[in-house]
């Protein structure tokens, strides 16, 4: 590992990718299988740990020196404490890191870790959430979702998944599969769903996907779903519009959503034309939190389309439509 002490922010921020589902899924077979195939390219890998003293570090082919292990802890409740120091133990350690990649522990719940990558001073200027992966497991999942509390928060970890990977392919009787798989089309709105065994699935479907990166497009939808969910479903409404939008009245009502629905609004979304903006505006929200940036100016020749993406529970409550269409200029 070379060291460059005076690297501060990297003029390209490093791709993140997070790895996330519930203990025993199958997270660090599929990691170690992805470091090996991304060799010879150097890669950082964060790893969380619910126990003091956990053993996923020594589960791992990578250099220790590109490694940090946060033991005893839970990222989704202590990520400024925690991930940011490991992420800059990692960039200034190596000023040429392929990417980051985050296990988080089976406990975790996704959500504040992708709220802190982009609202956190330091993350958004040094890395870029490349895409969130959500394992699960095609054995033992049928069983988990059983229980309440565990399958609350086996939905929130597949809920704003952009990769959803069922894994023990080579194990569980196929029926288990079919109903992991359909389980993720219902909870994983805007995922790809990969069935797999023992981590054997190409980098390509993991990295390098740009999923979070809204400066010039959004990711299309992974599969179609009902645009309205009911019941415990996790769904997904996507608003267009070919008329600009008011700023203020825009940003008003994006804050009151979060505000009134945070709970069932786990995700939101949009690439944005605003009256009298001749640059792209850009809004990515999580729970009750969300932040903008400005994107790519509008080219002359091409349509000025807003694109608004939400996930979530009970979205027909929140009259969505109805909302975002009252502050079209």
């Not at 053993?55 to 404490?81: E, H, K």
């Not at 740009?210 to 939808?221: E, K, Q, S, Y």
Request: charged share 20%; glycine share 8%.
């Amino acid at each position: 590992m070379i060291s460059d002490p005076a690297r501060s922010t990297p003029d390209v921020p490093v791709p993140l990718t997070l790895v996330t589902g519930f203990l025993g899924a199958g997270k660090t077979t599929l990691l170690d299988t992805l470091l090996a195939r991304l060799a010879p390219r150097r890669w950082g890998v964060i790893v969380n740990e619910v126990a003091p003293l956990g053993i996923d570090q020594d589960l791992l082919t990578v250099d220790p020196g590109a490694l940090v292990t946060l033991p005893n802890g839970c990222l989704c409740c202590t990520f400024q404490g925690d991930l940011v120091p490991a992420v800059r133990r990692l960039l200034e350690a190596d000023g040429e890191l392929a990417g980051i990649l985050v296990e988080t522990s089976g406990l975790a719940e996704p959500d504040p870790i992708v709220t802190a990558c982009f609202m956190d001073p330091y993350l958004a200027s040094h890395v870029q959430l490349d895409a969130v992966v959500t394992v699960v497991d095609g054995l033992r999942g049928p069983t988990l979702l059983a229980d309440p509390e565990l399958s609350e928060l086996m939905h929130h970890q597949a809920a704003i998944a952009d990769v959803l990977v069922v894994t023990r392919l080579d194990q569980a009787p196929e029926p288990h599969i079919a109903r992991m798989v359909a389980w993720g089309e219902r909870h994983a709105p805007l995922a790809r769903i990969h069935a797999i065994a023992k981590g054997d699935l190409a980098p390509e479907w993991l990295v390098g996907l740009h999923a979070h990166d809204l400066r010039t497009g959004l990711p299309t939808v992974g599969h179609p779903v009902a645009a309205h969910d009911h019941g415990h479903t996790i769904g997904h409404e996507v608003l267009e519009f070919d008329r600009p939008l008011d700023a203020r009245l825009l940003d008003r009502t994006l804050c009151e959503l979060l505000r009134e629905h945070g709970d069932d609004l786990l995700r939101c979304k949009g690439i944005v034309h605003l009256a009298d903006e001749p640059e792209r505006w850009i809004f990515q929200g999580a729970g009750p939190l969300f932040a903008t940036s400005t994107g790519a100016p509008w080219q002359p020749d091409e349509p000025r389309l807003s694109r608004l993406v939400f996930i979530g529970r009970h979205l027909e409550t929140m009259n969505l439509r109805e909302r975002v269409t009252a502050t079209l200029v």
